[in-house]
């Protein structure tokens, strides 16, 4: 099984402060790395796709990079609204078989 | 629009089965697969398994391979996801998702399952 290990846990952040969020895959995969938003008592939501791919109607402000075995996942500008746990999930064609990081909660103050 | 509507809430006692479903609309549902996913409470997202809606070509994680058959109903657009032999630990939220095979661009609301005697 591929494990997927996120850094940090937790990030306590200003508004406006860049916000960068790393996932580290256990084997290569390629650019077959992509990023969920979830906030309290909701569904995922898709940010990100193939590392660095934006999702139709993702604010700018998200970006994502990395491929291999380190990805990315940065916040530009961050603002209240992006209060949430954040996901990366792995989909290694090698396999068929998938995996998400362990979140990371981005808590604003 | 794509949506992905699933059955309500169930409570269960400990060994007993569930079955949840999730109807889909907007869009061509052999052309995507769709996957499950658990969530126990405060906890990270959990994949369970997989099926081609166009083959019915099933992948479950090894966690779950011997409790969980998913299948699908192409006439009614719909899958489902049946787990057996409930244990506490699978009191959770339970998410069907749409995937081309990657990613996954629509999520359904959510399931809540109560596992309790």
């Known amino acids: 099984e591929i494990v997927l290990t996120q850094s940090p846990d937790f990030q306590s952040v200003t508004p406006k402060e860049k916000v960068t969020i790393t996932c580290r895959a256990s084997q290569r995969i390629g650019n077959a790395l992509h990023w969920y938003q979830q906030k309290p008592n909701q569904s995922p939501k898709l940010l990100i796709k193939y590392a660095s791919q934006s999702f139709s109607g993702v604010p700018s402000r998200f970006s994502g990079s990395g491929s291999g075995t380190d990805f990315t996942l940065t916040i530009n500008s961050l603002e209240a609204e992006d209060a949430a746990t954040y996901y990366c999930h792995q989909s290694s064609s090698f396999t068929s078989m998938y995996t998400f990081g362990q979140g990371t909660k981005l808590e604003i103050k | 629009q794509v949506q992905l509507v699933q059955s309500g809430a169930e409570v269960r006692k400990p060994g007993a089965s569930l079955k949840i479903s999730c109807k889909a609309s907007?869009?061509?549902?052999?052309?995507?697969?769709i996957h499950w996913v658990r969530q126990a409470p405060g906890q990270s997202l959990e994949w369970m398994g997989w099926?081609?809606?166009?083959?019915?070509?099933?992948k479950y994680s090894e966690k779950f391979q011997d409790r969980v058959t998913i299948t699908t109903d192409t006439s009614a657009s719909t899958a489902y996801m049946e787990l057996r032999s409930l244990r506490s630990e699978d009191t959770a939220v339970f998410y069907c998702?749409?995937?081309?095979?990657?990613?996954?661009?629509?999520w359904g609301q959510g399931t809540l399952v109560t596992v309790s005697s």
């Open positions: 907007g869009y061509t549902f052999t052309s995507y697969s």
């Open positions: 998702a749409r995937s081309t095979g990657s990613y996954y661009d629509y």
């Open positions: 099926i081609n809606a166009d083959n019915a070509k099933t």
